[in-house]
């Protein structure tokens, strides 16, 4: 069901329990009101009756006339008088008699001064009443058809509002939801539309700072960062693809140009030496992805413990002289820890690792005499490692986006590469909590500060 009917007839139910609960009070207070006037009415021409029999001696014949007279129009009053002994004094009409009054009825009347009850639809009271120092019981009973009517009238009156008013209120509800829901079905039909093909396309917002305007805007800034990250998503395949082709191209170049004709055994050398430096570059480029894939893992899907910084920054530093006999990696402290504590923090050890390779190789890749350091010291929450290299520099305006993916700088005919490591790099210290942050001279050289903590709310294990 629509929320929009849902609303409509919870609306109306609502509004139709109100009335229903409304209706049921002027009810109830209307029956019991004609049941009060009634007994009231029925006392007042009770006393009447007595006091024209005892006070103006009016004889029983005159005062039946009258009684029977009138009940052929009116709902008239039936009264009997009695001595407290249960002696008939007077009856408006003994053949009719609707009150059969008793003995114990008459005991009853004198013991309580007054009773109230019903005979069938009749209402009868029954009183004493003092004539010369002397107590009488009078019964007076009557049928109040004009107050049955008059309720009967209430009620169907009642019925018939409470029908109308939920017919209207359902109308009116049911416009007034369309109405309010107008937006969002516009939203809706716009939102079918966006797809991956024309996610340009953007919702209608109105003046109206109403919550569906703000849903709309917020859509939209939605849209706007699926757009740039779907974006980004085009150019980092495209340019994973551009930096696979460029070694695969002079791969086959250099194994096609060797299959031409037979050649010497030192041109042989020479292919196979070009292709496996080629090799070597696509295999390093499908490792710094496979990284950079594991940097984007969900936090909680890496294994966090608690490591020590200098052990794998000599793990990195051994990696590096490995793979590059002429690089040059120093690790140097600038004050002594006091516990081990002071040089742990809660990390994964392969990509920091993986990290710190990156700032290494930079270093030493950047600078003529290959040579890359770092500088570690203490401040109370944090671990602060700066890599330094007296290299070529960076430019100014490269500066801002060297942590983007395959960015390279203009400094890149120096030293090969592909741009992946420092965006790497960034993922991993970020994923770390901790924070990367540049400064670079083309004089004095560029030094990396990273700051890890010791606190990092990221511990899983
Ligand atoms: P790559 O080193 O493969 O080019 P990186 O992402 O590691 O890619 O670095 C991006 C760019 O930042 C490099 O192309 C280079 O221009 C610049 N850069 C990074 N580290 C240094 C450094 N130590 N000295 C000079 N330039 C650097």
């Known amino acids: 069901m629509k929320t929009r009917t849902r609303l409509t007839i919870l609306f109306t139910i609502i509004t139709a329990a109100i009335l229903l609960v409304f209706a049921t009070i002027i009810l109830v207070s209307a029956r019991e009101n004609r049941e009060k006037e009634f007994y009231a009415l029925l006392k007042k021409e009770a006393i009447t009756k007595a006091n024209l029999f005892f006070n103006a001696k009016v004889n029983s014949k005159t005062l039946q006339d009258i009684y029977k007279n009138n009940r052929a129009t009116l709902n008239e009053v039936e009264v009997a008088i009695y001595k407290t002994s249960f002696q008939l004094l007077y009856h408006d009409a003994v053949d009719i008699d609707v009150v059969k009054e008793t003995k114990p009825m008459i005991n009853e009347i004198v013991r309580k001064g007054e009773i109230q009850f019903y005979q069938n639809d009749w209402q009868v009271i029954g009183m004493k009443y003092n004539f010369q120092e002397k107590e009488y019981v009078i019964t007076a009973a009557a049928y109040d058809g004009f107050g049955y009517i008059k309720l009967d009238n209430l009620l169907k009156t009642c019925i018939i509002v409470f029908i109308i008013s939920i017919l209207i209120l359902y109308i009116t509800g049911h416009f007034f939801s369309k109405k309010a829901f107008e937006p969002i079905v516009k939203m809706t039909s716009k939102a079918k539309k966006i797809s991956a093909t024309n996610l340009d396309l953007r919702l209608d917002i109105n003046q109206s700072k109403d919550e569906i305007s703000e849903l709309a805007a917020t859509f939209n800034k939605m849209l706007n960062r699926l757009e740039n990250s779907f974006d980004s998503q ?66 909680s899907e890496i294994t966090f413990k608690q490591i020590r910084i200098d052990e794998v920054l000599l793990d990195a530093q051994q990696q590096v002289q490995k793979s590059n006999p002429n690089y040059n990696v120093a690790i140097h402290f600038e004050n002594n820890f006091e516990d081990d504590d002071q040089i742990t923090v809660n990390g994964n050890e392969y990509l920091l690792k993986v990290a710190f390779v990156n700032l290494f190789e930079n270093g030493c890749k950047f600078s003529e005499s290959k040579q890359s350091k770092v500088l570690i010291s203490f401040k109370k929450e944090a671990i602060i490692l700066q890599f330094y290299d007296n290299g070529i520099g960076i430019l100014e305006e490269d500066l801002k986006h060297i942590f983007k993916p395959f960015y390279r700088g203009s400094n890149k005919i120096y030293a090969d590469g592909n741009g992946i490591g420092l965006s790497l790099t960034q993922k991993i210290i970020l994923l770390h909590k901790g924070t990367i942050s540049v ?10 500060t990273v700051e890890l903590y010791h606190d990092t709310k990221a511990t899983i294990d």
Do not use: M, W
């Open 439 to 448: 400064l670079s001279d083309k004089k004095s050289g560029t030094i990396f």
């Open 234 to 299: 085009k150019q980092f395949v495209s340019n994973i693809s551009h930096e696979l082709r460029t070694p695969l191209s002079a791969i086959i170049a250099e194994l096609e140009l060797s299959t031409n004709k037979e050649r010497k055994i030192e041109e042989y050398k020479i292919v196979i030496s070009n292709t496996l430096q080629d090799a070597k570059k696509i295999a390093k480029l499908s490792n710094s992805l496979l990284d950079l894939a594991k940097a984007n893992y969900d936090p």
